[in-house]
């Protein structure tokens, strides 16, 4: 199976390349800006005559408006080329590529999927451009990645590139640090069957637990990170904002994020391939991500984030890896049935109760390990069609 897999490194770049890059990634974004603005433009005046046709000073809107059109955009770079020579400084792919992203901004709107584009901003924390691969203009070494305009840039890489490389974003994070996100298509054949299933359980004392017994206890850089980014918070809506010191503050804020972000993604991705390796069939509750949203708890929004991160990586590695990933519906009561004899006690409800015995069966659980357990079962119903719960 053909799938598309992402590498971030950092890169360091010498002076000289860090010019280019600046230099592409004000370019990439004045093209940006550009042809969004040529289209609001004309979005703008079929507003209006629509709006005069409903006013009744025109009888009928014959301008029938005009969808972004990529290919007369991407010509009209060459063009844009003449009248702003600065332009022909810049990575020319990436100002291709530039275009290619209103088109796709624009898909979007248009199938409602998405807002109006909106400009790109200077003062955005993060600043990026991405460029394409053509006839070997990339390509990665031990040490270097080499990139148009740029030669080779030394890079930090901590894993293979395996496949073949489709484009790359460069990145430049608020802290000023360089980094590289590399897109391949590669080839996966799939894991090996197990015969296993297994039911997960997430939480927030310990991140997940299974239902064979293993635990995924939730780092305790999390901890401190969170209360660093709480008290970072506090600093920021405390500054007047547009400040210079609330920008500093700002920039702080995001660089912790990050850091919490990244830390995050690498924990995620150990434990999802590991699961999907040891296990076929595997499941999961629902996550309901609109409810999500609505929490204003910091601890919780955070581990809220990783858990929707960790489901889409487990169905898209399921994929891959020719697994199956079985949601259970929101209001499967995995908590409160008892796993042994299907008893269902309401007092489990109460999240503070860790352990419970139940009356039926007198047999003794802990809440989170019953709980995965429950929902192996139940993945395990839904797949094989059965009816009850066994
Ligand atoms: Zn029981």
Redesign the pocket.
Known sequence: MKVKKTFRFRIYPNKNQITFIHKTIGCARFVYNYFTGKQKEKDIYWYKVNEMVQNGQLLQNNWKGEFFNKNKAIKAVRELKKNYPFLKEADSIALQKAVENVNDSYTRYYKKQKRAPRFKSKKNPVQSYTTKYVNGNIAVFDKHIKLPKLGLVRMAKSREVEGRIMNVTVRRNPAGKYFVSILVEAEVDPHEKTGTSVGIDVGLTDFATLSDGTVYENPRFFRTLEEKLAKAQVILSRRQIGSANWQKQKRKVARIHEKIANKRKDMLNKISAEIIKNHDIIGIEDLSVKKMLKNRNLAKLISDVSWSVFQAMLEYKATWYGKQIVKVAKNYPSSQL??????QNQDVKNLALRAWT??????HHQRDVNASRNLRKEALRLTAGTVGIA
């Open positions: 008892c796993s042994h004899c299907g008893h139940c009356d039926i069966c007198q047999c």
